[in-house]
């Protein structure tokens, strides 16, 4: 039977020092930024290639406002849940 490993929160295996976990809600600003920029480019960016290949310019600036409303509406529902 394999040896059970140390569950303990803050023990390192080669005697280094105890680091404590990180806070819940420690990198929430950097997680909603990366929504929004993410939301924003990929939508932007199908956008882009759908105005591109139809001639319709308008479709890639309503991409990136799409992106960025449903990045809105996905950041409302995770962070509003508990």
Known sequence: MPPARD???GV????GPAQEPPAPHENEGW???SYMLGGMLIYGAIGWVVAHFTGISILFPMGMILG???SVVMIIFRFTRS
């Open 31 to 33: 997680r909603v930024f």
């Open 7 to 9: 569950r303990v929160v």
């Open 68 to 70: 960025i409303v449903l």
């Open 12 to 15: 390192t295996g080669a005697g």
